[in-house]
């Protein structure tokens, strides 16, 4: 198998078992995938809470995110204020059901991570993430060429 199969083979594999490890607790609170998303992120990353901050950082889509928040807010898992400061802004909060249902979230994205990297080393770890590290800034670049004038080079790595 070329790597551009072997690739694209492991996201689709990743996000049906990442999706499969959170579905008993969105089961539980009747949850879609992402609403599950919303929550994790704004467990894990506190210093991000504005929708725009989802949809950058976690790549989700801004009318998708509009109505998972707003099913959120309705259930009473999290706040939506205007920021004082910025009134296109809107600051969401986690409230306390929010936080009880992100923490268990967090424990099936815990256990799905350690089972992944069950039998890997740390130096493996590390390759791996240097070579996320090394593509992700190849992708930052290609993206910032105008769409018309991207090298279309023969690819060692092709199907």
């Known amino acids: 198998m070329k790597l ?21 607790v969105c089961s539980k609170y009747q949850l879609s995938q992402t609403e ?3 929550l994790l992120f ?16 976690r790549g989700l889509s801004k009318p998708n995110i509009s109505t998972a928040l ?4 309705r259930r009473d898992i999290l706040h939506i204020e205007r920021d004082s400061r910025s009134r296109r802004t809107n600051r969401i909060t986690l409230l306390e059901e929010g936080q009880r249902i992100a923490g268990e979230l967090c424990i099936c994205q ?5 089972g992944m990297l069950a039998g ?3 130096e493996e ?5 240097d070579f996320f590290q090394k593509t992700n800034q190849n992708i930052a670049t290609m993206l910032k060429q105008p769409k ?12």
């Open 125 to 129: 770890i590390q390759t791996v993430s």
């Open 110 to 114: 815990s256990n799905y991570f350690t």
């Open 70 to 73: 707003e099913r959120l807010r």
């Open 148 to 159: 018309n004038t991207m090298k279309q080079e023969e690819n060692k790595y092709a199907d």
């Open 4 to 24: 551009r199969t072997e690739y694209l083979s492991y996201i689709m594999l990743h996000r049906k078992a990442y999706r499969a490890a959170l579905l008993p």
């Open 120 to 122: 890997i080393s740390d």
């Open 42 to 57: 704004l467990k894990n990353n506190p210093q991000y809470d504005t929708a725009t901050d989802i949809a950058a950082v």
């Open 36 to 38: 599950a998303d919303i």
